[in-house]
């Protein structure tokens, strides 16, 4: 699906699948230091359903539309790829925090949630050791680039993040500037969302080999939503969309299952 050329929806690099479905449009939001191309192996195999993607600001293709610093600007984003058709909204890590913040927001343009280890740093028990914290420190000492490649390292290991080729790494480092506004957007400002408040179906996800942070977090989302439910995509990682695309495909057919008829 990402091969294709994408439409540019005020600035976003926007991808969106061939399929005429009877099911709602499904919108999947990549968190900081990825991009939808990452979705590509899960959306391949829900091709019946009718998936768009975006590259959100200061990654991918909108790696020139600027980048936004607050929660609500990252609000903006997503529903304005949602346009006029309410849909399923979807999101990993912080892109699950931007789709719970949209549904709380606009409960009639999202009508449920998937939220895969969507972070909640907030929380008092959130570890301030995190990969973000690695790159906060990186920042103030050399530079938003620095801040994307130590990211970078704590996501995937120093080995895997030497491997890859050199064009690929200078073009992660230069979306340190997006990392840094994600960072600042979950870290100032208001709590992102209240579950309790949010009035469309959840399901929290997290997967198996991740830390005790993100199981905890899907846990205590899964009951905070008066709608919320809990599954686990067992052996997978944080970033599970990538490394058990079958799973996350199932993933996203059990939300897409929540929308009421």
Same mark, same amino acid.
């Given at each position: 699906?990402?091969?294709?050329?994408?439409?540019?929806?005020?600035?976003?690099?926007?991808?969106?699948?061939?399929?005429?479905?009877?099911?709602?449009?499904?919108?999947?939001?990549?968190?900081?230091?990825?991009? /939808? %191309? #990452?979705?590509?192996?899960?959306? @391949? *195999? &829900?091709? $019946?359903?009718?998936?768009?993607?975006?590259?959100?600001?200061?990654?991918?293709?909108?790696?020139?539309?600027?980048?936004?610093?607050?929660?609500?600007?990252?609000?903006?984003?997503?529903?304005?790829?949602?346009?006029?058709?309410?849909?399923?909204?979807?999101?990993?890590?912080?892109?699950?925090?931007?789709?719970?913040?949209?549904?709380?927001?606009?409960?009639?343009?999202?009508?449920?949630?998937?939220?895969?280890?969507?972070?909640?740093?907030?929380?008092?028990?959130?570890?301030?050791?995190?990969?973000?914290?690695?790159?906060?420190?990186?920042?103030?000492?050399?530079?938003?680039? /620095? %801040? #994307?490649?130590?990211?970078?390292? @704590? *996501? &995937?290991? $120093?080995?895997?993040?030497?491997?890859?080729?050199?064009?690929?790494?200078?073009?992660?480092?230069?979306?340190?500037?997006?990392?840094?506004?994600?960072?600042?957007?979950?870290?100032?400002?208001?709590?992102?969302?209240?579950?309790?408040?949010?009035?469309?179906?959840?399901?929290?996800?997290?997967?198996?080999?991740?830390?005790?942070?993100?199981?905890?977090?899907?846990?205590?989302?899964?009951?905070?939503?008066?709608?919320?439910?809990?599954?686990?995509?067992?052996?997978?990682?944080?970033?599970?969309?990538?490394?058990?695309?079958?799973?996350?495909?199932?993933?996203?057919?059990?939300?897409?299952?929540?929308?009421?008829?």
């Amino acid at each position: 699906m990402t091969s294709l050329k994408p439409d540019h929806v005020d600035g976003l690099a926007v991808y969106r699948g061939p399929a005429e479905s009877d099911h709602p449009t499904v919108v999947l939001v990549h968190g900081s230091m990825d991009r /939808a %191309a #990452a979705f590509r192996k899960a959306a @391949r *195999l &829900v091709r $019946d359903l009718d998936i768009t993607l975006y590259d959100r600001r200061g990654y991918g293709r909108s790696v020139h539309a600027g980048t936004v610093d607050t929660i609500e600007g990252l609000v903006d984003d997503v529903l304005t790829v949602v346009g006029d058709r309410p849909s399923v909204v979807i999101g990993h890590s912080l892109g699950g925090v931007i789709a719970l913040s949209a549904a709380q927001r606009a409960p009639r343009r999202v009508l449920a949630v998937g939220a895969f280890e969507a972070p909640m740093a907030w929380r008092p028990w959130w570890p301030r050791t995190s990969a973000g914290g690695a790159a906060r420190e990186a920042a103030d000492s050399e530079g938003p680039e /620095a %801040a #994307a490649e130590q990211f970078m390292r @704590r *996501l &995937v290991g $120093d080995a895997r993040w030497e491997d890859l080729p050199e064009g690929t790494r200078r073009d992660r480092r230069s979306e340190g500037r997006a990392l840094l506004a994600d960072l600042k957007a979950m870290q100032s400002g208001p709590v992102p969302f209240d579950g309790s408040r949010i009035a469309v179906p959840v399901v929290a996800g997290y997967g198996t080999a991740t830390s005790e942070r993100h199981r905890r977090a899907a846990g205590e989302l899964a009951a905070d939503v008066a709608t919320g439910e809990l599954i686990t995509i067992e052996g997978a990682p944080h970033n599970a969309h990538y490394t058990h695309p079958a799973d996350f495909a199932e993933f996203i057919r059990r939300v897409v299952g929540q929308v009421p008829e």
